[in-house]
């Protein structure tokens, strides 16, 4: 049994009882149960306004953090570049032109096939890199060998032709 009278804030008024009665009471506010219990439920309040609020997390940002991620830790393997692709501008990208490099390489007998979109990195302005049938490493994950890169912001996997003239021998 509670040491005091509590009234509920929503309790009808009557003409009976003591004024102090038809109101909450402070005691029961400054309770040190209640008071945890009204801070849990203010934290978990903005808690889900910040989830909610949250803003979809930048497509482009995504991309920088997988490529960091392979030049990191990602297996070097010898692939070669297949087509080139520019695609016109959608929805999702106004504006910009994509470029995409599809390469392969093959990992324990099974080979491979990805593309990467190459528009916004430095090397997109190299056509003489990107040029289908030319040697490349790609670099790649060993637990997932689908996620791969042949160009990074501070790497790449492209080969001149007079590179690979000159390991040739030629």
């Known amino acids: ?48 306004v910040l989830i909610i609020l949250q803003r979809k997390p930048n497509p482009d940002a995504v991309e920088a953090r997988r490529r960091a991620l392979l030049v990191r830790s990602g297996r070097l393997v010898d692939g070669s570049v297949i087509d080139l692709y520019e695609q016109p501008p959608h929805a999702n990208a106004p504006g910009r032109t994509q470029i995409l490099i599809v390469y392969q390489y093959e990992i324990a007998g099974v080979i491979y096939e990805c593309s990467q979109e190459i528009g916004l990195l430095p090397i997109s302005q190299e056509p003489d890199l990107l040029q289908p049938g030319l040697q490349c490493t790609v670099r790649y994950l060993p637990h997932n060998p689908y996620n791969s890169i042949v160009v990074a912001e501070n790497w790449t996997g492209l080969h001149t032709r007079i590179s690979q003239t000159k390991a040739a021998g030629g």
């Open 1 to 48: 049994m509670l040491p005091y009278a509590v009234t509920p804030a929503f309790a009808v008024s009557s003409s009976q009882g003591h004024p102090a009665q038809k109101r909450m009471n402070i005691k029961f506010i400054l309770d040190p149960q209640n008071l945890a219990l009204m801070s849990i439920g203010l934290v978990a309040i903005l808690a889900a």
